[in-house]
């Protein structure tokens, strides 16, 4: 077979996407690889595919179990013969595996990085044929990176140890320098290909908003989709629960994930989500390395995480079936202050030396202020994450708040002038809320205890709504004339260019939204009335062949005891409704229909779809 029939065949695909048939190629010439891929984007395919023409055996090392058992689920439904070895797996379970992959049954064995160099897999790796060494997440070899694993440093160890070098493979989502030219050294590439595939991911939509009540527009979001999956991240632990809490309250579906759970918890709450027994999962940032679900529609922030890389990824756990999805960003000043004390205490630091440590803080620093520009800057928010992972655009992508919002210029000076004004003769020594209570002239005891209203700036833009005085702020930030320090009183200052500003008195013009907060709400409205998204492009009477086709792949799901979307993507099943086959040769032209899947799965869902027709 050819990678074009192995594609169509074992994963039901007609065309590769874009980057997958270059590492295909480089490894099947015995080349090592690196390749950067945004989430979603179909790394598995690069190695797997070359693994299954190889005739030796690839070995997978990933991070997770989670993350293993789902890569091993969905080649085993595609008819592949392919086994994890991990710490889940009972020593005898774990010693039959090893037999079964001694007799050359798995051309794919997955493998927990800490199991390498264990005696006994050292035993049977040695006498195999190791042809690949495949590493996925690889960005965990970097301690630069978000989730260095000291076990991904044995990787290199073990793979010197081979009587043959195999090829070695290495895949991640994070791009930025300083890992990619760890992972090359730390893994040893030799001379590998390098190809770094856009980051665009065309079918998020991306939002910004700091609603009053945090907690109430997320519920709101929540329940006008009622029959999507999404995911709601939070800062902290406390987030976690409050938000799960009250959602459940609302008679939300909802499930939760953090630090603090027992890992029998964990692992329940993961697959409920995963099983879509409970298809709204609320979670710290512990959750989602190896969450594959690719039905996720929207993932919300409930609070700004610490950098672009940790948002982006996060994000990106939305629509990896290619559908349409939403990622909204939920912020709040405050955020920046918890971010903060974040990076202040991060107890991987502290092993750092002192100057290291340093310098990692003023990274991360630097990080936060360009996570928290995202969430001011009034331009495309698609071309502000492009731009930072070095890619630029058009300024314009069409699907973002920033590009279907109406703005206008409007002339800020007079406020901005008051603004910094306030904060040059208050002495620099107040925070954000106390500057623009005081230029809006609030009568409040905390201004009178200031003496905040014998300011000379007191009320000076009195007739600016505090939101738009929040608004001016950002902008004054972005535009560095003022700073908020990183304290824990979070005080204003004044940059120098502030200092030229107020004598000169220049004009600063700033785009707007002409209505606030309009375009989120509307979009929200106008999905609420469809019940998927993606499933707009269907009839209405297609939507409810859909469902059939939804609840089918539900009940397999549970006969089989695996989540629905191993079995078909709601893309898959999206293309069925439009095609709608009659018989076996129009069922394999559906995108994610393969010869195995078909033979499994493809007369019951043509029955169904027969019976729907007639
Ligand atoms: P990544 O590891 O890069 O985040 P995955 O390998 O998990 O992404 O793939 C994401 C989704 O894209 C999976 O559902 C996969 O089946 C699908 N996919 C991968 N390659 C193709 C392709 N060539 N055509 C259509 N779908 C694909
Ligand atoms: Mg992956």
Not at 94 to 117: D, H, M, T
Not at 260 to 268: A, I, K, P, V
Not at 467 to 480: G, P, S, V
Not at 504 to 523: F, G, H, N, Q, Y
């Amino acid at each position: 077979m050819d990678k074009h029939q192995v594609l169509k065949q074992y994963f039901g695909y007609d065309s590769f996407r874009e980057g997958q048939e270059f590492f295909v190629d480089k490894i099947l010439s015995g080349q090592d690889v690196l390749g950067i891929m945004p989430t979603g984007a179909g790394k598995s395919l690069c190695f797997q595919i070359p693994a299954l023409m190889m005739d030796g055996i690839t070995l997978v090392i990933s991070p997770l179990i989670s993350l293993m058992k789902d890569q091993v689920g969905s080649l085993n439904q595609a008819g592949i013969h392919a086994a994890y070895l991990n710490s889940s797996l009972t020593a005898g379970q774990y010693s039959k595996a090893l037999g079964f992959a001694r007799q050359g049954r798995y051309p794919i064995i997955y493998v927990a990085p800490e199991r390498l160099l264990t005696e006994e897999f050292l035993n049977f790796a040695l006498n195999v044929n190791i042809k690949m060494v495949a590493v996925d997440e690889a960005h965990c070899v970097s301690q630069w990176g978000q989730d260095f694993r000291p076990s991904y440093l044995k990787i290199v160890e073990f793979i010197r140890q081979l009587p043959t070098r195999p090829v070695v493979a290495a895949f991640t989502a994070t791009a930025t320098k300083e890992v990619r030219d760890d992972i090359i050294d730390i893994l040893e590439l030799q001379e590998p290909a390098v190809l770094t595939t856009g980051f665009d991911r065309k079918n998020l939509y991306f939002g910004v908003a700091s609603p009053k009540d945090r907690y109430h527009a997320v519920q709101n979001y929540v329940e006008t989709h009622p029959d999507d999956s999404g995911i709601i991240y939070c800062l902290t632990r406390k987030a976690v629960e409050d938000v799960w809490q009250r959602l459940r309250q609302a008679g939300v579906m909802v499930t939760r994930y953090h630090a603090g759970l027992s890992d029998e918890e964990r692992r329940r709450n993961q697959d409920d989500f995963i099983y879509d027994r409970a298809p709204v999962m609320v979670a710290t940032n512990a959750f989602g390395m190896g969450i594959d679900k690719s039905n996720v529609r929207y993932v919300l922030h409930y609070g700004m995480p610490k950098n672009i890389e940790s948002y982006y990824q996060e994000a990106g756990r939305a629509g990896r079936d290619g559908e349409p999805a939403e990622c909204i960003l939920f912020y709040n000043g405050q955020d920046v202050i918890t971010n903060q004390f974040f990076i202040d205490h991060n107890e991987d630091n502290q092993e750092l030396d002192p100057i290291t440590r340093q310098i990692v803080m003023e990274r991360d620093r630097d990080r936060l202020k360009r996570m928290t520009f995202y969430c001011f800057t009034n331009d495309c928010l698609r071309d502000y994450v492009l731009r930072y992972f070095g890619e630029y655009g058009s300024n314009f992508c069409g699907n973002c708040q920033n590009c279907i919002t109406q703005f206008e210029e409007v002339d800020i000076t007079k406020a901005a002038t008051a603004l910094l004004g306030c904060v040059s003769t208050s002495g620099q020594r107040y925070g954000v809320n106390v500057i623009i209570d005081t230029v809006h002239g609030a009568n409040t005891a905390k201004i009178r205890q200031y003496q905040m209203n014998r300011n000379p700036y007191y009320a000076a833009a009195a007739d600016v709504p505090v939101y738009r005085l929040r608004k001016i702020i950002n902008e004054l930030m972005i535009r560095e004339l003022l700073i908020v320090t990183n304290d824990e009183y979070a005080v204003v200052k004044l940059t120098k260019d502030a200092a030229r500003f107020l004598e000169c008195s220049e004009t600063i013009v700033m785009k707007m939204a002409k209505e606030l907060e309009r375009p989120l709400k509307e979009k929200t409205e106008k999905k609420a009335k469809k019940s998927m998204a993606g499933s707009s492009l269907l009839t209405e009477t297609d939507q409810d062949l859909f469902e059939q086709l939804r609840a089918l792949r539900l009940e397999l799901a549970r006969e089989e005891k695996i989540p629905p979307y191993l079995i078909f993507s709601d893309k898959t099943l999206l293309s069925m409704c439009v095609i709608k086959p009659k018989d076996k040769v129009k069922m394999l032209s559906v995108s994610g229909v393969g010869t195995f899947k078909y033979e499994k799965y493809g007369e019951k869902f043509l029955a169904c779809i027969n019976n729907y027709l007639s």
